[in-house]
């Protein structure tokens, strides 16, 4: 896009008054000469529309085909372990080598047609000069005009041939433009599913109640995930949500921020439906641990303070000490200021957790949300996670998806999803007392 932009545009435009100005001083010399001349121009601009096309499409194509080998290439050397684990070396050298052919194949076919669409050019040129001069030569002879004349009129045509040339060249260029040009707007122009709607109102500090309503969720609108659901958690209560895997835990948490939206059902705060208030507001009171940390390639402080851009160094500290992560942080060396690398490579996972969970704390959101937030840990830095996430939990009120026994029993309440539905309701000693779902599940994990 820019190379059409600036370069190409630039010498289209000289070119294209060069070739207007010159033409009018042909006309202008002999008119009838000239209207024969113009005889070739459509046979002109024939390949250069049919070779636009071409060069457009090849251009897209190359496009894509670029970044289907930067996708490739991101993806083995940041999974390069995985890579070496498996011994597929090989194997991954070959997917490469047959992803680049298909781009070296595309490069080979854009390079043959425009070394076709220079001759042609010149064919066509030649065609027409040895025209004009065949006509302008009999007019001469016979009298009709000058040889002064004729040879004027005949520099001035050549002359117009070099920029109307440079037009055809620069075409490709444009092409190449305007294909980019397309796959740019396409994604600018996305509209994103979830929006704020006309009217949204902030949520104000949340004080008293969650409901959910009849809610009903489908990925595809043909499979059921999430089933009439009711659920009412009010305030500072720490819900524990349990069941087997693939039951809907983690897609019936994505819908409080609105990561996903509800066709059937609402979800209400303080008495204000989600979808009617604006997605900033909610989002700015929920604050999420997930199993999979997400950290980004700067300090631990930057990270830390991901959510909350004006904390002071204090608060930092202060949040890395309840996340029970100030120790390692210290003994770092440079601290708080460590750059910890790709997605938080140089810690380790009980480490990057912590950091996730001072993230969250320091966020101080009323609103918390914990996906199996410890389950990917070792037991001894489970503990300190464990220790972390009780005082992240302290005053707010808690979506827990547990994993641990000792989440669970101190929770207020545990609600147990399975294919979709909440199946049982309770506490611990209630549930267990049910002899249903729960017991099963407790039998099997931590018996
Ligand atoms: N983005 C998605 N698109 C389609 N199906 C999904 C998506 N995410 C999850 N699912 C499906 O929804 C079901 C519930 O998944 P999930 O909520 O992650 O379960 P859990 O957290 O209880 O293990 C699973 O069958 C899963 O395959
Ligand atoms: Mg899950």
């Known amino acids: 896009m820019q190379s059409a932009v600036s370069n190409a545009l630039v010498a289209l435009i000289r070119d294209f008054f060069q070739v207007i ?32 096309r071409i060069f457009r499409k090849l251009s897209t194509s190359t496009q894509e085909e670029i970044a289907n080998v930067s996708n490739l290439l991101h993806e083995t050397i940041t999974g390069n372990r995985i890579v070496k684990a498996f011994c597929k070396e090989q194997y991954e050298g070959n997917r490469f080598f047959n992803q680049v052919s298909v781009l070296f194949a595309i490069t080979i076919k854009d390079a043959r047609y425009r070394c076709m669409q220079h001759p042609l050019m010149e064919y066509i040129g030649g065609v027409a000069i040895a025209l004009i001069i065949w006509f302008g030569g ?3 002879i016979g009298g009709n005009s000058t040889p002064g004349t004729f040879f004027a009129f005949l520099t001035a045509l050549i002359a117009a041939y070099d920029p109307v040339k440079g037009v055809t060249r620069i075409n490709s260029t444009i092409q190449q433009g305007l294909a980019a040009a397309t796959r740019v707007f396409d994604l600018l122009d996305m509209e994103p599913e979830i929006q ?9 500090e949340f004080t008293s109640l969650i409901e959910f309503n009849n809610i009903s969720f489908s990925y595809d609108d043909t499979t059921p995930i999430l089933q009439d659901i009711n659920l009412q958690v009010p305030a500072g209560e720490a819900l524990a949500i349990v069941g087997p895997s693939g039951g809907g835990k ?14 059937e059902g609402r979800i209400v705060i303080d008495g204000l439906d ?3 208030i604006t997605i900033r507001s909610l989002r700015n009171q929920v604050a999420m641990v997930t199993q999979q940390t997400i950290l980004f390639n700067d300090t631990i402080k930057n990270n830390i303070a991901y959510g909350n851009q004006e904390a002071t160094d204090e608060q930092i500290s202060d949040a890395a000490r309840a996340a029970h992560a100030l120790g390692f ?18 810690l ?26 410890t389950s990917a840990l070792d037991t001894e830095s489970e503990r300190e996670v464990q220790k972390a996430l009780e005082n992240l939990m302290k005053n707010r009120t808690t979506f827990v998806i547990a994993h641990r026994l000792s989440t669970i029993k101190n929770a207020d309440r545990i609600i147990v999803v399975k294919n979709g539905r909440i199946v049982e309701i309770g506490t611990h000693d209630e549930l267990l007392a049910l002899e249903g779902e729960y017991e099963l599940l407790y039998n099997m994990q931590y018996k």
């Open 196 to 204: 704020d709607r006309k009217n949204a109102k902030e949520l104000p």
């Open 138 to 140: 009999r007019e001469v």
């Open 21 to 52: 100005i010159l033409l009018g001083v042909v006309f202008f010399m002999n008119w009838k000469l000239a209207m024969f001349s113009f005889i070739v121009l459509p046979v002109a601009a024939f390949p250069i529309v049919k070779f636009g």
């Open 329 to 346: 942080i210290e003994k770092l060396p440079d601290g708080f200021n460590t750059v910890i690398g790709e997605s938080g490579e140089r």
């Open 274 to 276: 989600i979808r009617d």
């Open 348 to 373: 380790s996972g009980g480490e990057r957790q912590r950091i996730s969970i001072a993230r969250a704390i320091l966020n101080d959101a009323p609103i918390l949300i914990l996906d199996e937030a």
């Open 250 to 263: 983690t897609t019936l948490t994505n819908l409080i921020p609105r990561f996903l939206d509800l066709k």
